[in-house]
């Protein structure tokens, strides 16, 4: 079953990552207490909280016996175990986890790389953008093969693949990308907002 206890998150509200722990739990209606973080004036490397998160990023879980959880993925496939975001059948679970993983590894390094230098550090890392625009681009472009004829990444309903390629995506236009070009990454994501019981990334539920 979901987790439901007492638990707290160590959180950055522009942040993709941490809202898709955000959403799992508004989704799931997990009670938690939201903790603030400003990454820019360093509060992610300060001594208590390297102490919680030796990696120093958010999000971070900590759970009502003082265990803690980092990586926004693991989070949320820890908090929705059980849940219908969670394929049942092994092979759908799998296809889930490779979707997150290429998130990981593909996805998020360049959109959301690139939205982060736009709106934070466009003086010192403008330079970067040029490698990242063509890396988000070809990222964009597989997802929006996959949708074409499929409402979901995994399987008929909404999982956490979905959830974890949402966050920054829907948000890729503030690093510069035109998602005009991708109808059926467009129609998900409208398809995914309309859910019951979404939540916006400006939204904090629960705190």
Same mark, same amino acid.
């Given at each position: 079953?979901?987790?439901?206890?007492?638990?707290?998150?160590?959180?950055?509200?522009?942040?993709?990552?941490?809202? +898709?722990?955000?959403?799992?739990?508004?989704?799931?209606?997990?009670?938690?207490?939201?903790?603030?973080?400003?990454?820019?004036?360093?509060?992610?490397?300060?001594?208590?909280?390297?102490?919680?998160?030796?990696?120093?990023?958010?999000?971070?879980?900590?759970?009502?016996?003082?265990?803690?959880?980092?990586?926004?993925?693991?989070?949320?496939? &820890?908090?929705?175990?059980?849940?219908?975001?969670?394929?049942?059948?092994? &092979?759908?679970?799998?296809?889930?986890?490779?979707?997150?993983?290429?998130?990981?590894?593909?996805?998020?390094?360049?959109?959301?790389?690139?939205?982060?230098?736009?709106?934070?550090?466009? +003086?010192?890392?403008?330079?970067?953008?040029?490698?990242?625009?063509?890396?988000?681009?070809?990222?964009?472009?597989?997802?929006?093969?996959?949708?074409?004829?499929?409402?979901?990444?995994?399987?008929?309903?909404?999982?956490?693949?979905?959830?974890?390629?949402?966050?920054?995506?829907?948000?890729?236009?503030?690093?510069?990308?035109?998602?005009?070009?991708?109808?059926?990454?467009?129609?998900?994501?409208?398809?995914?907002?309309?859910?019951?019981?979404?939540?916006?990334?400006?939204?904090?539920?629960?705190?």
């Amino acid at each position: 079953m979901p987790y439901t206890g007492p638990m707290q998150l160590y959180d950055y509200l522009p942040s993709g990552n941490g809202y +898709k722990v955000r959403w799992v739990c508004a989704q799931l209606g997990l009670d938690h207490a939201r903790c603030e973080v400003d990454i820019h004036a360093g509060e992610t490397h300060t001594e208590e909280f390297l102490a919680m998160n030796p990696a120093g990023q958010i999000p971070l879980l900590v759970l009502d016996d003082g265990r803690t959880l980092s990586e926004s993925n693991a989070i949320i496939r &820890y908090l929705a175990d059980g849940s219908d975001l969670v394929p049942r059948d092994p &092979y759908d679970h799998a296809k889930m986890l490779q979707w997150q993983f290429w998130e990981q590894y593909r996805h998020e390094p360049a959109i959301a790389v690139a939205r982060f230098i736009v709106n934070y550090e466009a +003086k010192g890392r403008a330079n970067e953008l040029a490698a990242l625009m063509p890396k988000g681009e070809a990222a964009l472009s597989v997802m929006e093969t996959h949708l074409s004829g499929r409402d979901w990444f995994v399987g008929r309903d909404c999982s956490l693949a979905d959830v974890s390629l949402y966050a920054y995506t829907h948000v890729a236009e503030e690093g510069g990308f035109d998602l005009g070009d991708y109808p059926a990454v467009r129609a998900w994501l409208d398809r995914f907002a309309r859910r019951p019981g979404h939540i916006a990334i400006t939204d904090t539920p629960n705190t």
